[in-house]
T-cell receptor, first 107, second 113 residues
């Protein structure tokens, strides 16, 4: 599985867009980009995934660069309940979790 | 749908005791897996299964056994608990195939004293 690099922590004001970056320069052609989040000590929650194209669902948008070496998860209007650790995972099979980005949403 | 159900939610064991962590899913998912999460760290894969009767080791399998007799259930057995196994354990499931999201349980917090 490709290695990913994420910032350790980020802050975002409530109501603003949260843009979480992820570098995955060694990604292979058959590997997907997944995003999960973990709120406090709960089980991880699936957010979104993509292969090549940008994706959007009710939770977030995923922007993947044309060379697929990096991606950005966008939470369009962050709320306090979006405070969590966000994991970017690149894989063609099993999920391997790093330490993720701790997003703190503030008033 | 209940999703992925883990029991118990909390457990304290003495060193050397054995126990089974239960995981059940009602989504007819073929793939099930167990992770452990130590404080301040990401999740690490212990064992996984791609279907009934098929299991395989993950990143940190030592000290744990699994079996998969049904599609729904994937229990994790601790053979002889050690303090190093103090952790939060998560079970997850998904359908096989490309690009499917995993559903995680709410976790079992295990303390070995």
């Amino acid at each position: 599985d490709a290695k990913t690099t994420q910032p350790t922590s980020m802050d975002c004001a409530e109501g603003r867009a949260a843009n979480l970056p992820c570098n995955h320069s060694t990604i292979s052609g058959n590997e997907y980009v997944y995003w999960y989040r973990q709120i406090h000590s709960q089980g991880p929650q699936y957010i979104i995934h993509g292969l090549k194209n940008n994706e959007t669902n009710e939770m977030a948008s995923l922007i993947i660069t044309e060379d697929r070496k990096s991606s950005t998860l966008i939470l369009p209007h962050a709320t306090l309940r979006d405070t969590a650790v966000y994991y970017c995972i690149v894989t063609a099979s099993k999920l391997t979790f790093g330490t993720g980005t701790r997003l703190q949403v503030t008033l | 749908n209940a999703g992925v159900t883990q029991t118990p939610k909390f457990q304290v064991l003495k060193t050397g005791q054995s126990m089974t962590l239960q995981c059940a899913q009602d989504m007819n998912h073929e793939y099930m897996s167990w992770y452990r999460q130590d404080p301040g760290m990401g999740l690490r894969l212990i064992h996984y299964s791609v279907g009934a009767g098929i299991t395989d080791q993950g990143e940190v399998p030592n000290g744990y056994n699994v079996s998969r007799s049904t599609t729904e259930d994937f229990p994790l057995r601790l053979l002889s608990a050690a303090p190093s196994q103090t952790s939060v354990y998560f079970c997850a499931s998904t359908t096989l195939g490309w690009g499917n999201g995993y559903t995680f349980g709410s976790g079992t917090r295990l303390t070995v004293v």
